[in-house]
């Protein structure tokens, strides 16, 4: 306990300084923490200054927003693919232990090789998708599927998508599993159909499950980075730029620290709001689904 | 009788026509990515694309793995190095995750530790927190202390990332071991480290492959922290080493995806032959990743 303090509690606080205070890494005077004879930089307390930057800076809010679009249509995408995949895997059929292992395949790939297959699938020179759309007469010439921001923005979400869904598909799959069968041979004696028992029956049991996706793909929405290191670099412009990006491009590339943290330390209240809301709502669901 | 029967027979092949979507889905790009490394550039790039290659070549693969000499063969020799340090790293925070991780959880699964809620939630808080934002301060830090460029940097920084999931993952997989079998340890006269490490570890396997299996593919997998924390020659791991490849003009994409399938491979093998394992300890503690 006392070592995960060290190595976490110790460096948020010290990222959360950071944002406060106006971060020279070029200087190697200024005041100081000593401790054990390391000598940790303290910079100078500049206040909620590069907040107030941040939050005046049209840049940001761009990435603000594109950031709500990517979380939004991420989160929908992985919802709703992870669960058409959870049903079609939850029919009977032959092989069914192989395909349950093919699910791992994309989730188990760092997110760098993620990025190059696709790369692979999508280049305007030697992408695949452009080689099939091409040889079934669909395009004229090979398109370039991350020259234009949005469509970009779009690819990213769905290779975002692709990588993260089999994770929610394994977890709808465990929670399929605990449905009692007489549920649905008294929904099939009742009369009811495929989606009606969807409907009625999965679906409502699934309930705890869907929220946790949604929690989690919201969550890894906001800080998705790598990707985007590898498939866009924000670009073009500035039109794939999300907040993670924004704040990574502004610490590590451009060496500027203390807006960096800040606008990192913005994305950290929001994910730990919207997490707080959903529980907020979904606890208030479940009560009113037991009254 | 017959409708009924023809009925059943449609729904089958529309299942099985979903599930070779949803095969194709999964797994498809990830054999492009395979024939585009047993490829030629040039056959690539010819068009219209021939989804067989007409011709098979592992050069790619003797590139970078230095056998054969080409023009970008500076940066194609950081790859088997590299690979020794994700090799290195991903070992070494497995077996701290496995040590402290485990007994850890086993300590919150059995005892009334002080504080037990406010640092269970502060352990699942770190869960929900961005990694990112901890970067800045492990960088100026790990600077301070001598640690940037070093493997043992990067090892206690991936500790602190993955630490709070096993923790999760193993205290509920000791919370589904009865506690009656460490009573009767006890009451057999061991005490309760004894109790621990010779009855109930040894039940614990499949807990422990799952959180073994899933550290090691996280710090594979690991990309950002590497590139930021060790950027001198010879001190990261393979995929930012990769990743600079592919920000190279001049190299050819099959090169790269030879690469990138090499650097795949360990981490997809590990979780195909540990998947029952993995699977149930990751949908009982419910991990994001």
């Known amino acids: 306990m006392l070592v995960i303090c060290l190595v976490i509690v110790f460096p948020l606080a010290y990222s959360l300084w950071m944002s406060f205070a106006d971060v020279n890494l070029l200087r190697a005077t200024g005041p100081a923490l000593e401790l054990f004879g390391v000598r940790i930089p303290l910079f100078r307390y500049v206040g909620l200054q590069n907040y107030a930057r941040l939050l005046a800076d049209p840049l940001y809010w761009d990435a603000f927003w594109r950031t709500a679009y990517f979380v939004g249509a991420f989160v929908c995408e992985t919802t709703v693919v992870g669960l058409g995949m959870a049903l079609v895997l939850q029919e009977r059929f032959l092989g069914r232990p192989l395909m349950r292992s093919l699910l791992l395949i994309p989730w188990s790939l760092s997110r760098v090789v993620v990025g190059l297959l696709w790369i692979g699938i999508l280049d305007v020179e030697f992408g695949a998708l452009n080689g099939l759309l091409y040889k079934a007469g669909l395009i004229e010439s090979y398109v370039s599927f991350l020259k234009s921001g949005f469509s970009a923005l779009n690819v990213l979400v769905s290779v975002y998508m692709w990588n993260q869904a089999p994770f929610a598909t394994l977890l709808l799959l465990a929670g399929m599993q605990s449905i009692p069968m007489e549920l649905y041979m008294a929904a099939e004696v009742d009369g009811a159909g495929y989606w009606q028992r969807l409907r009625y029956v999965t679906l409502p049991a699934l309930r705890g499950i869907l929220f946790l996706i949604l929690v989690v793909s919201t969550v890894n929405g906001f800080l998705m980075l790598d990707l985007i290191y590898i498939l866009t670099m924000g670009g073009p412009g500035n039109e794939t730029t999300t907040i993670s990006w924004l704040g990574f491009q502004t610490a590590f590339q451009f060496f500027k620290f203390g807006p960096g943290t800040a606008i990192l330390y913005t994305l950290t209240v929001l994910c730990l709001l919207l997490t707080v809301v959903y529980h907020k709502i979904v606890f208030r669901r479940l009560e009113a689904a037991e009254l | 009788m017959r409708p009924i029967a023809l009925k059943r027979r449609a729904n089958r092949t529309v299942v099985y026509a979903l599930l070779a979507l949803v095969a194709l889905w999964l797994v498809g790009p990830f054999l492009w990515l395979f024939v585009t490394s047993v490829s030629y550039q ?129 205290k509920a997989y000791f919370e589904t071991i009865p506690a009656d079998l460490d009573k009767s340890a006890l009451v057999d006269g061991c005490n309760r480290l004894q109790a621990y490490y010779r009855v109930v570890l040894p039940v614990s396997g499949p807990g ?46 099959s090169v790269i995806a030879a690469s990138g399938f090499l650097s795949a491979l360990p981490a997809v093998l590990l979780v195909l032959a540990f998947q029952k394992y993995m699977v149930q300890g990751l949908t009982a503690g419910s991990v994001k990743g």
């Open chain 2, 208 to 253: 422990l492959v799952a959180g073994g299996a899933f550290t090691f593919m996280l710090c594979w997998n690991e990309f950002i922290v590497a590139q930021v924390l060790n950027t001198k020659l010879g001190t990261t791991t393979l995929p930012p080493v990769i990743a600079g490849m592919n920000a190279q003009i001049n190299i050819d994409y």
């Open chain 2, 42 to 170: 040039r056959n690539l790039l010819a068009r219209p694309l021939a989804f067989i290659p007409p011709e098979i070549t592992f050069d790619n693969y003797r590139r970078i793995l230095g056998l054969v000499r080409f023009h970008a063969e500076l940066q194609a020799a950081k790859i088997l190095p590299s690979m020794l340090n994700s090799v290195i790293v991903a070992i070494a925070v497995t077996i701290v995750n496995l040590i402290v991780g485990t007994t850890a959880g086993y300590a919150y699964a059995r005892f009334r530790v002080p504080l037990k809620m406010l640092s269970l939630f502060a352990l699942l808080f770190t869960r929900m927190l961005p990694t990112i934002v901890l970067i800045p301060a492990y960088f100026l830090l790990f600077k301070a202390l001598g640690l940037q460029n070093t493997l043992t940097g990067l090892v206690l920084a991936y500790c602190s990332f993955t630490l709070p999931f096993t923790i999760w993952i193993m």
